[in-house]
């Protein structure tokens, strides 16, 4: 299968200039810093993923934030400085969060005209200023569309930007995924290659139940549910349905067998039979486990997904590299990071 080469291990800036503790100067200026891309390189990673929301860029009058094109470019930067490649990732656009799924319409971009204009303005800007660095800057379209009814608007979107972007970036490797928070699932509804700089990328936190233990923010969850990794696929499933189905990822799909790395075999399966036939690469942008599992286990759920990732040459970013509950460098994980590292 293709390789994306250059962007096979990294990891993500979550929390910088995305889903931000804060929207101000003096964290964006704090929060991620270039000794951090330093630490980073250290590490022998090649990329860093760089989730940044529009509202970082654009204010509510319209108009463009300098300073926050400048973080951007500030972390390119840095990378070049230390020889690491970056993925920019629109993580949220006018109109559309993939964590905000309340409201009257959540899916109200997938059919507004001005909001789909607004968001191919963006990345025409996105390209004006940093198509110039196509050997080591991949753009990345939007981060988690949800709604599988939005698959045809989505693919519609997503084609007309790129022939945009072409337009100022021609050689730019420029990534998207499908629907269900980027499922791998997904990959088969996608568009096929517009050209040979596309990328697929898809999301991994399977078993949900597992990697999300205790998440607040998964509904039903529960501060005392705990589970174990690996252990039987059949109580990973029992133990689902206390979720919502579309909560809980891809467990009930027919195809899976057993937990381990055939698991991610199998779920991986399907993408990898569409990738070969399109010759495009597959990315995961975005796998890890949270903060409140055992330590012990994150670390075999790592190597058996790390295991399958390799050998088919799936490049890779964990989330994440500091806070949001999956932070690499924050206390939780200080027994197993020496461990985890070499594993990225």
């Known amino acids: 299968m293709k390789k994306f080469e250059g962007y096979q291990k990294g990891i993500n800036l979550g ?9 101000a100067k003096d ?9 951090d891309i330093e630490t980073i390189a250290g590490w022998g990673l090649d990329h860093v993923r760089v989730p940044v929301d529009y509202e970082v860029l654009v204010d509510t009058d319209g108009r463009y934030i ?10 390119i930067d840095w990378c070049g400085k230390y020889g690491l490649n970056m993925i920019l990732d629109l993580h949220k656009t006018a109109g559309y969060a993939f964590d905000e799924r309340g409201g009257e319409d959540p899916d109200i971009f997938f059919k507004d005209e001005k909001l789909k204009d607004l968001f191919v303005k963006m990345w025409q800007e996105l390209a004006k200023r940093f198509g110039g660095y196509a050997d080591r800057v991949a753009f990345e379209l939007l981060n988690e569309v949800v709604n599988p009814a939005v698959t ?10 790129v022939a945009e972007i072409r337009k100022l970036a021609p050689d730019t490797y420029i990534l998207f995924g499908g629907v269900r928070y980027n499922s791998i699932t997904s990959i088969p509804s996608l568009d096929k290659p517009y050209d040979d700089k596309i990328v697929y990328n898809f999301h991994c936190y399977d078993p949900l139940i597992f990697t999300h233990q205790k998440a607040y923010w998964v509904e039903g969850m529960t501060q005392d549910f705990d589970v174990s990794y690996p252990a039987p696929l059949e109580e990973y499933k029992e133990r689902s349905r206390e979720f919502a189905t579309e909560a809980v990822g891809a467990i009930f799909r027919q195809d899976l067998k057993e937990i381990g790395p055939q698991f991610f075999e199998d ?6 039979q ?15 486990v949270i903060d409140q599992a ?14 399958v990732f390799e050998k088919h040459g799936i490049g890779h970013a964990l989330w994440t590299y500091k806070d949001k509950d999956f932070g690499l460098i924050d206390p939780h994980y200080d027994e197993i990071r020496d461990r985890m590292i070499p594993l990225l």
């Open 15 to 23: 929390g910088w200039i995305s889903q931000c503790n804060r929207y």
């Open 27 to 35: 964290y964006y200026e704090t929060f991620i810093v270039e000794k």
């Open 66 to 75: 300098e300073d926050g094109f400048g973080y951007i470019q500030s972390c």
């Open 152 to 161: 045809d608007s989505w693919n519609d979107i997503a084609r007309k930007t």
């Open 267 to 272: 779920l991986f399966a399907e993408a990898i």
């Open 274 to 288: 569409v990738a070969e036939e399109r010759d495009i690469a597959l990315y995961c942008g975005e796998y890890g």
């Open 294 to 307: 055992p330590l012990e286990d994150t670390l075999r759920w790592l190597s058996d997904i790390h295991s």
